[in-house]
């Protein structure tokens, strides 16, 4: 079994910063990829950030120059830096491992169980 763990949520003012953490845990073989995709009321799920076992990261437009991802392969862990939180961040944010199990030749999504970001305006 794999588990994703996340921490760090929470209600902050517009303007304000929040720093997500996610660590994975279990029988893993090797992790592909890492990221946070986030979820607000009525929307559909989508990426915000996102970064390969090669370093290489992916944004959201909307998250540019806000957001830093960053990864400890040590630790299985990768976290999300939020500066500048606007009111349209507001959302439940899950965080992703595309991995590959050990035993297992095919890789696949793990999630975890979402961490609450509210943001106040």
């Known amino acids: 079994q794999v588990q994703l763990v996340e921490s760090g949520g929470g209600l902050v003012q517009a303007g304000g910063s929040l720093r997500l953490s996610c660590a994975a845990s279990g029988s893993i073989f090797h992790i592909n990829a890492m990221g946070w995709y986030r979820q607000a009321p009525g929307k559909q799920r989508d990426l915000v950030a996102a970064?390969?076992?090669?370093?290489?990261?992916n944004y959201a437009g909307s998250v540019k120059g806000r957001f830093t991802i960053s990864r400890d392969t040590a630790k299985n862990a990768v976290y999300l830096q939020m500066n500048s939180l606007k009111p349209e961040d507001t959302a439940v944010y899950y965080c992703?491992?595309?991995?590959?199990?050990?035993?297992?030749?095919?890789?696949?999504?793990?999630w975890g169980q979402g961490t609450q970001v509210t943001v106040s305006s």
């Open positions: 992703n491992a595309n991995l590959r199990r050990s035993g297992s030749y095919y890789s696949y999504d793990h």
């Open positions: 970064i390969t076992d090669g370093g290489s990261t």
